[in-house]
C-alpha cells in the first residue's frame, strides 16, 4: 500500500498528491509515468511523474477528475493509501545540451512537463515554456515553471491571463521574434500536440510530444496503448511515451481514445449510485 503524504488542491478539478513511493522516487526520471490503481478492484490509469523528492521518498502525481477513477482518487485525503503505484515505467526524456527548448504545457501538461523544463535548464540549456489552459482558473504550479525556466509564456481562450489564444500562437509568437529554436517538447490535450507539431513542421523544427492513449498493463503485454508513428505501430507505454509529433498519427490516436466511452459513462452512473446513495464526484465536462 502506498500512503498519500499530502494533498493540494492546484486549479479547478486539479490536484496535486505527494505519495510515500521511495523505490519509486530513488528511479524516476522526467517523462516517466506509474500506474496507479486504488483498490484490488480498481481501474488501472497511467499517470506522469511531475516531480519527485528522494530525501523524503515520494512522488508527486497530479490529477484531473474526468472520470470514475480520477474523481474517486481526487476525493482522496492525505493519509490514505493507494493499493499499486507500479513505476517508473516508461522512457526517460531524451536530454539535449547547449541548445533553445520550448517547453509546453497545455492544462494538465504543465505537471509533466515541468520536471523536463528543469533538467533541461539545469543542464545549460534555455529553457523558453509556454503554459496555456481554458482560463486562469485551469493555471498551476506557475512558480515552479518560472524557476524552471529562461522565459514563461501563458496563453488562455479567453485571455484572462497572459495572451488570448492558444499556445500554438504563444509559439509562433517566439518563432517569427527570430529565436532559433532547436526544439519543442509539448505534453498536453492530444489536440493541442498535434497543431504544435502542425506548427512547427515548415519550420523543421524537432518536435516532442508524450501521447495519452488508453493504458492498461504499462508492460507492452496488452496492447491497448498502440498507436502509430511513422507509419509504423508503437507501443506508447514501452516504445513511448515521448515520440517524434511530426510522424504520429493524431487522428487515429484520437478515435482510439474514444473507444471505452460508454463504458466510462456505466462505470460513473455506477459508482455515483451504488447502495442507491448518490456519491457525486466533482468532474470536469
Known amino acids: 500500500m502506498y500512503r498519500i503524504i499530502s494533498k493540494t488542491e492546484l486549479a479547478e478539478y486539479t490536484v496535486q498528491f505527494d505519495i510515500e513511493a521511495p523505490e519509486v522516487a530513488k528511479k524516476a526520471r522526467p517523462g516517466q509515468f506509474v500506474v496507479v490503481r486504488i483498490d484490488e478492484k480498481g481501474e488501472r490509469i497511467p499517470l506522469t511523474i511531475a516531480d519527485t523528492d528522494t530525501g523524503k521518498g515520494t512522488v508527486t502525481i497530479v490529477v484531473q477528475s474526468v472520470g470514475k477513477t480520477t474523481g474517486q482518487l481526487c476525493s482522496m485525503e492525505a493519509g490514505g493509501t493507494i493499493r499499486d503505484f507500479a513505476g517508473p515505467l516508461g522512457n526517460p526524456t531524451e536530454m539535449v545540451e547547449n541548445s533553445t527548448v520550448?517547453?509546453?504545457g497545455g492544462g494538465?501538461?504543465?505537471a509533466p512537463v515541468y520536471p523536463i523544463a528543469k533538467e533541461l535548464k539545469s543542464r545549460g540549456n534555455r529553457v523558453l515554456s509556454i503554459m496555456g489552459a481554458r482560463s486562469e482558473p485551469f493555471l498551476f504550479w506557475e512558480d515552479r515553471m518560472r524557476k524552471a525556466s529562461d522565459e514563461v509564456y501563458i496563453a488562455t481562450d479567453d485571455g484572462s491571463k497572459g495572451k488570448k489564444g492558444f499556445v500554438t500562437d504563444a509559439l509562433l509568437d517566439i518563432i517569427n521574434s527570430g529565436v532559433k529554436v532547436d526544439r519543442v517538447i509539448a505534453i498536453g490535450p492530444t489536440i493541442m500536440m498535434k497543431n504544435?507539431?502542425?506548427?512547427?513542421?515548415?519550420?523543421?523544427?524537432?518536435?516532442i510530444v508524450s501521447l495519452n492513449p488508453i493504458m492498461v498493463d504499462g508492460t507492452g503485454m496488452c496492447g491497448s496503448c498502440r498507436v502509430t508513428v511513422g507509419g509504423k505501430m508503437k507501443f506508447s507505454c514501452v516504445d513511448g511515451p515521448e515520440f517524434d509529433g511530426h510522424e504520429v498519427d493524431f487522428d487515429e490516436l484520437m478515435a482510439r481514445q474514444k473507444f471505452y466511452r460508454t463504458e466510462e459513462k456505466d462505470a460513473m452512473d455506477k459508482y455515483t449510485h451504488e447502495g442507491g446513495e448518490c456519491k457525486c464526484l466533482p468532474t470536469r465536462s
Open 196 to 207: 504544435v507539431a502542425k506548427t512547427t513542421k515548415p519550420y523543421n523544427i524537432k518536435t
Open 108 to 110: 494538465l501538461g504543465i
Open 102 to 104: 520550448v517547453c509546453i
